[in-house]
Structure formats: structure tokens, C-alpha cells
């Protein structure tokens, strides 16, 4: 990456910034305080911690501490926040507001970064309205003089939402919710197996007072039987209709049922709906052996996802370079995501947006409820719908084209999700839904079978690819493939898989002068552990063979304490392409990612060889450094692993460790069950459009160019694109695109390792401030 100097007002020589974390705890704050401290002290300002939230700056003393760079390592891992949260009553009155301001002017903190829910980050705007008043007023009571209060005229706030409710307008995701998510759904993925052993029905009582995320998604995620969520109450008569839909599942031999239920359901007269009321209407009308099982606080804690450590990562860095550039003039902002960019907000507009949801649900708005949660809510919201209904065949549309769902490539955790959602909106649509076993090479075969609605049930939650999936390429197949499909009569097709599924699509495209029976709509869905498809930033899959990555890395760092100095050597999938290396690096608190799009050289391993010995002599004792398996023909793992242990001899000895195909194994992410089910579901959708306008004459016949689509994932919109469009984008050579953006982190990543690098400040996702509408399309 080319160096660039900071621009002169970013640099932070002279200021002083304090982080606090405030109200409820959210896992990954403590990967926002990491990155807060470190890139405060790259830029040269003095970062303090202030213990305890806000009590802790009212009360000042030791709660108001310097930290240094080492202060905040091996914390990324850690759940919770290890700089304390409380609830303090002190600071909302003026006279506690008071004794805050003293102890900030104290240590000479004109900034401050928030990392909170709503309340948190209202209290912080209020202070920073009040700031020049306190000053006076403490100078008039002689506890400051006039120079400090000169010096210190006016205090920049910046907030970060930290919340597993993930209840704040403005940000595609708060930091917390995706772990949350993480842990209710290994819940129920460990009671669906008991379930199952003994026929029984489950409650699952879920966090969300206000907010019915967390339990839309982990119901939307495990496919549950029905779910109950503060924005969208049941209908009247919902009782009659649950108990309907339970006892049919039991008919249809279905041997365990789930229902999700958020602590703040309501019904539509604004009642609360408990799960002890659920539970007693399940036995008393059906008699069903029911249980109920609320997971309260654990949902807050344990280890940080992938996801959340590297959002909260991006989230620090980007708060410090906004403090930067605060002026007296700038309002309080709030970092937020928006698809995968960092932007800021105005504070106040974000937090008045939230409390409008609540008021419309007070006033019994459900619909402008949902609405103002943003456009993934209700997405999540109407997708859900789809998929958890079955209707009658009276009551589905006839259309009699016949689709095929087939899955290429290697297996990614979230196909299955993907192939379920595909199956279940084709049958919603009025389609016959065939599945195609083993690929190309089984579509060529005649491995095709009808799939029906209770053929896919369960399977959200299963790892690998259920229909089977092999890499071969339809090329050597054509004709029996062509065969095949004339003999089912093959109206469209979904192709869910990695880089040789784009292939795939290319060479059935060509094939069309020759084989009228690929002049058919197609569309590919993304889902490859690797994330090189082009046209997506996010392939499903990808999140959860980081998630492998990271737990593993936390595992192996974990080895090594209590033992002499040491450092691994990790290799990683991927191909060609670092996705994996360097997204892992980032969320493990990696040393260093050596990646194929990134040369590098003997002078720079040997320079982080240097770096290491240097880590080693302050005291940290371990070291982590990611190889992408493809990065170097010449630089192998092995090359790597000997020269760190001929170079380290006598100040760290070294581990290699090849994590291999475990990395595409195990259950789905949260989010590859969801992004899958989505996905797949605005596939088939755009589908069924391209049957309807491609009929003539009792038959389907298209040869245009955007009949054959790849649905990505853009910036934060879901994109159809012809796939013949995306060649000018792919590196065929490498299998990977030309432009990844991804790769914009990279300075990120080396500056949380205290390397000396440059931070561009547009490669921070801080292009635009702008008024966005919550939530991405997917």
C-alpha cells in the first residue's frame, strides 16, 4: 500500500482522549476500547481509561487512569468489558455532572469516546452541551482556573453503540449482536437434539425488551416453528392458529417444535406475552410435553465473534480519527456500519429515530414500527413469513415450471440454509422444485429428484452441503447435461456455490448457440469459504470458516500462556485469495497476515521478525502470524515456520499449525444461515419474474445477457448481475476478484500490531456524512 503521511490536523500530539463503556455490557466493547487506545497512541494523543462508566468519571481518583499500548493486550478475546460498566444515577444530575467535568479537566481529557446503548450516548451529548457552563461554574467556585478553562473550552464526543439488541437507528449492526446471536443459536441447536429425542415442544425466551431482532434472526436462523416479537404481534385468534400449525408438524411426523419468543413480546393490545402463558396454552389445548427455557445473561457474555471483534475494531479506529477532526462546531456523531463501510452519524438524529420506534409502538403503529427498524428488519420480517407458512395447495398459485437447485464447488457452512430457502419460496411461488445431487457431474448423471416443502425442514442448521457438491465443471457434459434437462424439462436454475459455479454459469452461457436447453433464466448465489466470487463482498460461508479461524487462533494463543516465549505459524484457506488471512488476523490480534494480493519480501519477514523480538522483550510473550495457503509459491509455511525459529533462537521458539478443511466443516454462523436464506430467497424471487417475461408460445426461450445473473452482496444492497458483465472483474488465473475491499483494512490491521504504517483516512469507510436509512438490504 503506498504510504501516506497523516494530514497535519490529525495528528494527536497535545490531546488527551478518554474511552468508557457504559449501561448494559455487549460483547466486543473490549475489542472498541483495544482499538481506541492503540490508534489514540499511533497518532501520538495520551489515551486514559475511565473505569466503571460513568460513576467512575464522577468519581475520579484512580477510576481516571494513562494507559499504555501493552495496557490492552490479549483483551480482544474477552467477553464483557474489563474496564467495568455501571449504571450511575450521579451522573445525571448537574451537581455529578460537575465532578466529571473537574476530573477530565484534570487530566486534560477534552475527548471522550462513548461505547454504550442509547442512554449512554444521550448523557454524553448532554454533557458536551453543558461542557462551557461546568468550566464556568467551576472556575467561579475556584476549582479551576481561568487558563484551564481557555484550554479546555470544549469537549468532542464520539459514541459507539455497543448493545446485543441491537436497537439503534443509524447502524446496520450494534457491537454485541452477532455474538449474542452466536449464542442462542448453539442453544438451540443443542436442545433441537433433545427435542428430537423425546417429541417435545421448546420455548425460547430471548433478550430484547424493545426490540425483536435477536429473536426474528435466531428464529429466521434455526427455521423455528413461530416466533413473537415486540413489533409485529400476533393477530388476534394467534392461539387457534399456533396450535394448528403445531399439531400439523406432529402430523406430518415432525418430531420437535421451537418457538422463540422475545422478553418484550406484546400481543396487538400492547399485553405482554410470556412464555409461561405460551407454555401452559401448548399443554392445556394439545397436550404436548412442553418446556421452557430463558437464556438471559448468557446470551451477554462469552468470547466475541469474528464479526464483532472486527467491527469493533473498525468502529474504534474510525471514533479516534473523528475525534481528530472534530471541531467546535461538529455535533456529537455516532460511528455506525453501513454495509461494509464505517460512517458517522449526527448522535442526536440517531437516538431521536430510535425512541420514534418505541413511541410507534406505544401508539400501536406496528407497521410504521417495523418500517422505522430499517429495510433489513423487514426483510428478515416478511422472509421469515415466507418460509415458516405453509400453505394448502388450494392456496398456492400454479405456475407448473419446473426449477433445479444444484450446489458447485467445495462445501461451505450455509448451503444447506441457502438450498431450504431455495426450495421452500420456489414451492411458495407455484414452481415443481427439483434438486440436483453432486454438482454438474450429477445433473449429467440424471441425479434428479423432486424436492418438496418437509424434505428441507431442519436443515438451516446442518454444516457441509446435504445435496453433495463437486468442483467438476459442466464443460465435458454438455450434451448429457442439455439431455437432462430436456427429459425433466428444466425451466430454470439456482446455482449456489464458489468460483467454479461462476465458471460454471459462463460456460452453460456459451453453450446456448449450440444447446437450446440452457436458453433458460439461471442465477448463481454465492457460497464459498474463500469470499473470491466476484461481484459479492460476502460469500456464504466465509463467516463462519473465520469464526473457525479465530476460536482456533484464541485456542492456540491460549497454549502459550504460562510457557516460554512463543509464536505460531498459521496457514489458512483460501486459495488465492487472503480474505480469511486477513480478516482472521484482524479479529485474533494477529502480528502479522502474509497474503498473495499484498507482495512481500526477506525484508519484510525479516523486519517482523524484528517486531517480534522487540513484542517479546516488553513483556507480551506470544506471537501470532496468518499465511494464506496460496500467498507465496516460494515462502511456504514451512519456509516461514524454519526462518522465525533459526531467527528467533534464543528469544522465542516457534509452532506451526495447518487448520486444513475444518475451516469449511461445522455448523453454520448466524449469519451464513441468514444471509443464506435471504440470498437464496431474492434469487428465486427474481427468478420467477424471469419465467414469467421469458414464456411464449407454451414454452420458456431467453437469450439475453441478464438472464444468466450472479445476486451479490454490494456495499449494502443485494445486486443481480450478468455474470458475462462481471469477467472484467475477475482474475481467472487466481480465481479471484480484481478489486477486493477487504483489502482497505490492511493498515488497519498492522496498526492494531504496532507496526509502523500509514492510515489512509478515506480508506476508513469515511467518505460521506450522510443521512442513511438503518440497516442494509440484506
Known amino acids: 500500500m503506498p504510504d501516506k503521511k497523516f494530514f497535519e490536523n490529525l495528528s494527536g500530539a497535545g490531546k488527551a482522549i478518554g474511552v468508557l463503556t457504559s449501561g448494559g455490557d455487549a460483547q466486543g466493547m473490549n475489542a472498541a476500547v483495544r482499538a481506541v487506545v492503540r490508534m489514540g497512541i499511533y497518532v501520538g494523543a495520551k489515551v486514559y481509561f475511565i473505569y466503571e ?3 467512575g468519571m464522577v468519581d475520579g481518583g484512580d477510576n481516571i487512569a494513562e494507559v499504555s499500548w501493552e495496557s490492552v493486550s490479549s483483551i480482544l478475546q474477552v467477553g464483557g468489558t474489563v474496564i467495568g460498566s455501571a449504571r450511575c444515577k450521579d451522573f445525571r444530575t448537574r451537581e455529578g455532572r460537575l465532578r466529571a467535568a473537574r476530573n477530565l479537566v484534570k487530566c486534560g481529557i477534552t475527548n471522550l469516546c462513548v461505547i454504550g446503548g442509547d442512554g449512554s450516548l444521550t448523557g454524553a451529548n448532554l454533557f458536551r452541551e453543558e461542557w462551557s457552563g461546568l468550566l464556568d461554574e467551576l472556575a467561579k467556585n475556584g476549582e479551576i482556573d481561568d487558563e484551564a478553562v481557555k484550554k479546555y473550552a470544549y469537549l468532542n464526543i464520539v459514541g459507539m453503540v455497543g448493545s446485543i439488541d441491537n436497537d439503534f437507528c443509524g447502524t446496520d449492526m450494534t457491537i454485541g449482536t452477532d455474538s449474542a446471536l452466536h449464542r442462542i443459536i448453539e442453544v438451540v441447536d443443542a436442545i433441537m437434539t433433545t427435542a428430537q429425542s423425546h417429541q417435545r415442544t421448546f420455548v425460547l425466551e430471548v433478550m430484547g425488551r424493545h426490540c425483536g431482532y435477536l429473536a426474528l434472526v435466531s428464529a429466521l436462523a434455526c427455521g423455528a416453528d413461530w416466533v413473537f416479537i415486540p413489533e409485529y404481534p400476533p393477530e388476534q385468534g394467534w392461539e387457534d392458529q399456533m396450535c394448528a400449525k403445531l ?19 406484546i400481543d396487538c393490545h400492547n399485553k405482554s406475552i410470556t412464555s409461561e402463558q405460551i407454555k401452559e396454552l ?12 430463558i437464556l438471559g445473561h448468557v446470551q451477554r457474555g462469552g468470547t466475541p465473534s469474528a464479526f464483532d471483534r472486527i467491527l469493533a475494531s473498525r468502529m474504534g479506529v474510525e471514533a479516534v480519527l473523528a475525534l481528530l477532526e472534530a471541531t467546535p462546531k461538529t455535533p456529537a456523531c455516532v460511528v455506525s456500519l453501513s454495509g461494509n463501510q464505517s460512517v458517522r452519524l449526527p448522535l442526536m438524529e440517531c437516538v431521536q429515530m430510535t425512541q420514534e420506534v418505541q413511541k410507534a409502538m406505544d401508539g400501536r403503529k406496528f407497521l410504521e414500527a417495523v418500517q422505522l427498524r430499517g429495510r433489513s428488519f423487514e426483510n428478515n420480517l416478511n422472509t421469515y413469513k415466507l418460509l415458516s407458512t405453509k400453505k394448502s395447495a388450494a392456496e398456492l398459485p400454479k405456475t407448473n415450471f419446473n426449477v433445479a437447485v444444484l450446489n458447485v464447488g467445495a462445501p461451505a457452512a450455509g448451503m444447506n440454509a441457502a438450498v431450504r430457502s431455495t426450495v421452500r419460496i420456489g414451492i411458495t411461488e407455484g414452481h415443481n422444485m427439483f434438486s440436483v445431487t453432486d454438482g454438474f457431474e450429477g445433473f449429467s448423471k ?14 438451516t442448521g446442518q454444516g457441509g452441503s446435504i445435496l ?18 430436456r427429459d425433466n424439462n428444466i425451466n430454470g436454475l439456482v446455482v449456489i456455490g464458489g468460483f467454479e459455479a461462476y465458471l460454471g454459469l459462463l460456460e452453460l452461457c456459451a453453450a446456448r448457440e449450440t444447446h437450446e436447453e440452457f436458453c433458460i433464466p439461471m442465477v448463481m448465489v454465492p457460497a464459498t469459504v474463500s469470499n473470491n466470487v466476484p461481484g459479492s463482498d460476502f460469500s456464504i460461508g466465509a463467516d463462519t470458516a473465520l469464526n473457525t479461524i ?7 494463543k491460549l497454549s502459550a500462556s504460562g510457557t516460554k516465549r512463543r509464536v505460531f505459524i498459521i496457514e489458512t484457506m483460501g486459495g488465492y485469495c487472503g480474505y480469511l488471512a486477513n480478516m482472521g488476523g484482524l479479529a485474533s490480534g494477529a502480528d502479522a497476515a502474509y497474503i498473495f494480493e499484498e507482495r512481500f519480501d526477506i525484508r519484510e519477514l525479516q523486519a517482523n521478525v524484528e517486531h517480534l523480538t522487540q513484542k517479546m522483550k516488553t513483556g507480551i510473550q506470544r506471537g501470532l502470524v496468518l499465511r494464506n495457503e496460496n500467498c507465496s509459491e516460494n515462502y511456504t509455511t514451512d519456509f516461514i515456520y524454519q526462518l522465525y525459529s533459526e531467527e528467533g533462537k534464543g528469544v522465542f521458539d516457534c509452532r506451526k499449525n495447518v487448520l486444513g478443511h475444518m475451516q469449511q466443516g461445522g455448523a453454520p454462523s448466524p449469519f451464513d444461515r441468514n444471509f443464506g436464506t435471504k440470498i437464496a430467497a431474492k434469487a428465486v424471487l427474481w427468478l420467477s419474474k424471469k419465467l414469467t417475461e421469458s414464456y411464449q408460445r407454451g414454452k420458456i426461450f431467453t437469450n439475453s445477457e441478464d438472464s444468466v445473473c450472479l445476486l451479490g452482496m454490494r456495499r449494502r444492497n443485494l445486486v443481480f448481475q450478468p455474470v458475462g458483465q462481471l469477467k472484467d472483474e475477475a482474475d481467472f488465473e487466481h480465481r479471484i476478484p480484481k478489486e477486493q475491499w477487504w483489502l482497505k483494512l490492511r493498515p488497519l490491521m498492522k496498526i492494531l500490531a504496532k507496526y509502523k504504517t500509514s492510515y489512509d483516512v478515506s480508506d476508513s469507510g469515511q467518505l460521506e456524512h450522510v443521512h442513511r436509512p438503518r440497516h442494509s438490504d440484506a
Open 550 to 556: 479465530t476460536d482456533t487462533c484464541d485456542r492456540i
Open 53 to 55: 462508566g460513568y460513576q
Open 282 to 293: 401448548v399443554v392445556q389445548r394439545l397436550g404436548y410435553d412442553t418446556r421452557v427455557t
Open 468 to 485: 453433495g457438491t463437486k468442483r467438476t465443471l459442466p464443460g465435458k457434459y454438455l450434451k448429457k447435461i442439455a439431455e437432462q434437462m
Open 247 to 265: 399439531s400439523e408438524n406432529r402430523a406430518r411426523k415432525k418430531r420437535l417444535n421451537i418457538i422463540i419468543v422475545a422478553e418484550g413480546a
Open 446 to 459: 440424471g441425479q434428479i429428484k423432486e424436492i418438496t416443502w418437509g424434505d428441507v425442514g431442519g436443515w
